[in-house]
């Protein structure tokens, strides 16, 4: 499942319904091993050192009028030098990890009732500036819906990933723009209901900042997360042969008619998305908008929330020559 308005703040977060490495000592039993490492000096010293993080952050967000702190683009290297823990100067521990994100993921409440919900986390710098709020971060939190604007800075990330896989291979298409269109065009009529008119790229300029015209042409697969009704799946177009697979986590087919047509009308999104960068149109004239996409069998999402989970994964993981004949077949 998927949440694309504001979060609402669950009072027990439990831990995340994925496997994150980390647990949260609050909410579980603590073996003797953790409650020894709780009390040594370098776990202290690691508190200390998070603490000191997170006053840099308000520090840096109070002299910047409000700005969120930016995160630029580094090699791992350059990034984990800059926080030093006692396994060493390039490692970030797993007791580290579950600090963290239990931090981030927290609400505050004020004697008034206010919380932060609403507080700058960071700003992502990609083909435009994203920030993320700390309700984004909150919707990670056990059987939560993720907000959509995790699943986009997801996106963000793995495209500036100093890999093959990402340089020259795969872009990952965030869901921004496909996100409105679907609100303009609910069922995927290609005449929008609200509007009156056919999907235009150029109707959402606010969105066209982060799309990544280069790699959205020369890169032979898109990964691109689309979310409807509360569910995420993922397609993967190969932009040489001009073939179209859909990875749902939940459905093996289309699940409705509505399904169908909404399949064929975000076809046409992504089509008229890569012309729009001045690449070949996935199908030409009318054939535009006749678009198919075939379902993988791929194992999936055995919860009603985790559809997102997936959806971030299977970007981070899927090799798209390895879907034949309707299947795909991990290497392993």
């Given at each position: 499942m998927a949440r694309t308005a504001s979060y609402v703040p669950k009072t027990d977060p439990g831990v995340p319904s994925f496997s994150l490495g980390l647990t949260d000592s609050s909410q579980e039993g603590a073996s003797t091993q953790e409650t020894e490492r709780e009390k040594?000096?370098?776990?202290?010293?690691?508190?200390?050192?998070?603490?000191?993080?997170?006053?840099?952050?308000?520090?840096?967000?109070?002299?910047?009028?409000?700005?969120?702190?930016?995160?630029?683009?580094?090699?791992?290297?350059?990034?984990?030098?800059?926080?030093?823990?006692?396994?060493?100067?390039?490692?970030?521990?797993?007791?580290?990890?579950?600090?963290?994100?239990?931090?981030?993921?927290?609400?505050?409440?004020?004697?008034?009732?206010?919380?932060?919900?609403?507080e700058e986390m960071c700003t992502l710098i990609g083909q435009g500036e994203y920030i993320l709020m700390r309700m984004h971060l909150v919707s990670l939190q056990a059987k939560s819906d993720i907000e959509s604007q995790i699943v986009s800075a997801i996106c963000l990330i793995l495209n500036q990933k100093n890999e093959k896989r990402f340089q020259e291979q795969i872009y990952c298409l965030p869901p921004f723009l496909q996100s409105m269109a679907l609100s303009?065009?609910?069922?995927?009529?290609?005449?929008?209901?609200?509007?009156?008119?056919?999907?235009?790229?150029?109707?959402?300029?606010?969105?066209?900042?982060?799309?990544?015209?280069?790699?959205?042409?020369?890169?032979?697969?898109?990964?691109?997360?689309?979310?409807?009704?509360?569910?995420?799946?993922?397609?993967?177009?190969?932009?040489?042969?001009?073939?179209?697979?859909?990875?749902?986590?939940?459905?093996?087919?289309?699940?409705?008619?509505?399904?169908?047509?909404?399949?064929?009308f975000t076809g046409y999104v992504f089509s008229r998305l890569i012309t729009y960068a001045d690449g070949e149109p996935l199908q030409k004239d009318e054939n535009e908008k006749k678009?198919?996409?075939?379902?993988?069998?791929?194992?999936?999402?055995?919860?009603?929330?985790?559809?997102?989970?997936?959806?971030?994964?299977?970007?981070?993981l899927i090799e798209p020559e390895n879907i034949k004949k309707g299947k795909y077949e991990w290497d392993n």
């Open positions: 040594s000096p370098e776990s202290a010293n690691l508190i200390e050192q998070l603490d000191d993080l997170v006053q840099k952050i308000a520090s840096s967000a109070a002299k910047g009028k409000n700005k969120s702190p930016q995160i630029q683009r580094e090699t791992g290297g350059e990034s984990s030098a800059k926080f030093q823990t006692p396994g060493g100067l390039y490692q970030i521990t797993d007791d580290m990890k579950q600090k963290c994100y239990i931090w981030g993921t927290r609400l505050k409440e004020d004697a008034d009732g206010n919380t932060n919900e609403y303009d065009h609910p069922k995927g009529e290609f005449i929008s209901p609200k509007t009156k008119k056919e999907f235009r790229v150029e109707a959402y300029p606010s969105f066209i900042p982060f799309i990544d015209r280069k790699k959205l042409t020369s890169h032979p697969y898109i990964f691109a997360p689309v979310c409807h009704s509360g569910h995420w799946w993922l397609w993967l177009i190969n932009t040489t042969k001009r073939k179209c697979h859909i990875l749902d986590p939940l459905h093996k087919k289309a699940p409705s008619d509505e399904r169908k047509k909404i399949n064929k678009i198919k996409a075939s379902y993988v069998k791929i194992s999936g999402q055995k919860t009603s929330y985790d559809c997102a989970i997936y959806v971030m994964k299977w970007m981070e």
